[in-house]
């Protein structure tokens, strides 16, 4: 009766060993193919050499990387401003009339008027395009081109997700705003962008392929599927 015991509870406990084995197996391999897709959609998006884009009438020879709608445009807007200052002066009785004095006031004012403060505003809301030439935004109400050919600098804020960019033939930077959820999307697709332009794309397609090859590599292993036994030397 024992032995009974024990055996039901050691098929049990391997039961349930199993069970585990196979969930870690599954999360691990469900982690592992989301991991591979996006790798392989960063690679497809690297070799693609961009293509059209509805909305924009593209120059010759280029070709669009990226398009993100509901986008915002932000400018600094002043806040409503005050006037500060104060008045001094004398008052000279000059009769009465009806029982009442009346009297004449003399005085001076001074003072200034003091503006509000800067603060980023969303002034139009639309459609940025990254393409291997230029990076634009268009609503609306507001137009923005950022020619590759006069960029200065361009500056990613990940966190806040929005990116500032500065070129020659604009006296105030374009900053553009989409959301945290969505700048290492802007990010890979600014970059891909810039690399074409460059001339340079090759490099980043190298370092694709090899990152998906690595991960295929590091596919995990069904343990339900025993390692091959070695054969018994003779």
């Given at each position: 009766?024992?032995?009974?015991?024990?055996?039901?509870?050691?098929?049990?406990?391997?039961?349930?060993?199993?069970?585990?084995?196979?969930?870690?197996?599954?999360e691990?391999?469900?982690?592992?193919?989301?991991?591979?897709?996006?790798a392989?959609?960063?690679?497809?998006?690297?070799?693609?050499?961009?293509?059209?884009?509805?909305?924009?009438?593209?120059?010759?020879?280029e070709?669009?990387?990226?398009v993100?709608?509901?986008?915002?445009?932000?400018?600094?807007?002043?806040?409503?401003?005050?006037?500060?200052?104060?008045?001094?002066?004398?008052?000279i009785?000059?009769?009465?009339?009806?029982?009442?004095?009346?009297?004449?006031?003399?005085?001076?004012s001074?003072?200034?008027?003091?503006?509000?403060?800067p603060?980023?505003?969303?002034?139009?809301?639309?459609?940025?395009?990254?393409t291997?030439?230029?990076?634009?935004?268009v609503?609306?109400?507001?137009?923005r081109?950022?020619?590759?050919s006069?960029?200065?600098?361009?500056?990613?804020?990940?966190?806040?997700?929005?990116?500032?960019?500065?070129v020659?033939?604009?006296?105030?930077?374009?900053?553009?705003?989409?959301?945290?959820?969505?700048?290492?999307?802007?990010d890979?697709?600014?970059d891909?962008?810039?690399?074409?332009?460059?001339?340079?794309?090759?490099?980043?397609?190298?370092?694709?392929?090899?990152?998906?090859?690595?991960?295929?590599?590091?596919?995990p292993?069904d343990?339900?599927?025993a390692?091959?036994?070695?054969?018994?030397?003779?």
């Amino acid at each position: 009766m024992f032995e009974k015991f024990r055996s039901r509870r050691q098929a049990a406990e391997a039961s349930h060993a199993q069970a585990k084995s196979e969930k870690s197996f599954n999360e691990a391999l469900s982690a592992w193919q989301a991991s591979r897709d996006q790798a392989a959609s960063l690679l497809a998006t690297a070799t693609s050499g961009g293509g059209a884009a509805e909305g924009l009438v593209l120059h010759r020879g280029e070709a669009c990387y990226g398009v993100l709608q509901s986008c915002s445009l932000v400018e600094e807007r002043r806040g409503q401003g005050h006037y500060v200052g104060g008045s001094t002066g004398v008052s000279i009785p000059i009769g009465s009339l009806g029982g009442r004095s009346v009297r004449y006031r003399v005085g001076a004012s001074r003072g200034h008027y003091v503006q509000g403060t800067p603060t980023p505003t969303s002034v139009a809301t639309g459609t940025a395009y990254f393409t291997n030439q230029r990076i634009v935004f268009v609503s609306a109400s507001q137009t923005r081109e950022c020619a590759f050919s006069k960029l200065v600098a361009i500056d990613h804020d990940d966190q806040a997700g929005s990116m500032t960019i500065s070129v020659s033939n604009r006296q105030h930077p374009t900053v553009l705003a989409y959301g945290s959820g969505v700048a290492a999307w802007v990010d890979f697709r600014v970059d891909i962008a810039l690399a074409a332009f460059r001339g340079d794309l090759d490099q980043i397609v190298t370092q694709l392929t090899e990152q998906l090859a690595s991960i295929d590599a590091s596919k995990p292993v069904d343990p339900s599927i025993a390692a091959p036994v070695p054969p018994t030397p003779a």
